[in-house]
């Protein structure tokens, strides 16, 4: 968590902080992969089934091809990137306090 909040802190130096609104072009904003995966697949995880695997299984529901991604990590970036692409297109929920930094996730599919 910490990690996470130097990260939105050095993206804010370089974009301003998305503080709310339905435009986050041109913002800096933080992501969390295990939200995205459980909007998108209508569920949490299942204690049977790792991190990894239950990440990689809607990366492959989506078609996202992963033979770059060699570990969890390059698997949660495609998984921002992804929550990014549905921010860009204003289909996202939000996440904090309006006014301070907001956390974004994908809308419902």
């Given at each position: 968590?910490?990690?996470?909040?130097?990260?939105?802190?050095?993206?804010?130096?370089?974009?301003?902080?998305?503080?709310?609104?339905?435009?986050?072009?041109?913002?800096?904003?933080?992501?969390?992969?295990?939200?995205?995966?459980?909007?998108?697949?209508?569920?949490a995880r299942?204690?049977?089934?790792?991190?990894?695997?239950?990440?990689?299984?809607?990366?492959?529901?989506?078609?996202?091809?992963?033979?770059?991604?060699?570990?969890?990590?390059y698997v949660?970036?495609?998984?921002?990137?992804?929550?990014?692409?549905?921010?860009?297109?204003g289909n996202?929920?939000?996440?904090?306090?309006?006014?301070?930094?907001?956390?974004?996730?994908?809308?419902?599919?």
């Amino acid at each position: 968590m910490f990690a996470g909040e130097k990260a939105v802190q050095a993206a804010s130096d370089l974009r301003p902080l998305f503080t709310g609104g339905r435009s986050v072009n041109g913002r800096s904003f933080e992501v969390f992969p295990t939200a995205t995966v459980q909007i998108l697949k209508k569920e949490a995880r299942p204690k049977s089934v790792s991190k990894t695997a239950w990440r990689r299984g809607l990366l492959d529901e989506l078609g996202i091809d992963q033979a770059s991604l060699s570990n969890l990590d390059y698997v949660d970036a495609a998984l921002c990137a992804l929550t990014g692409l549905f921010a860009l297109e204003g289909n996202f929920p939000t996440f904090g306090q309006a006014g301070e930094g907001m956390l974004i996730a994908p809308a419902d599919r």
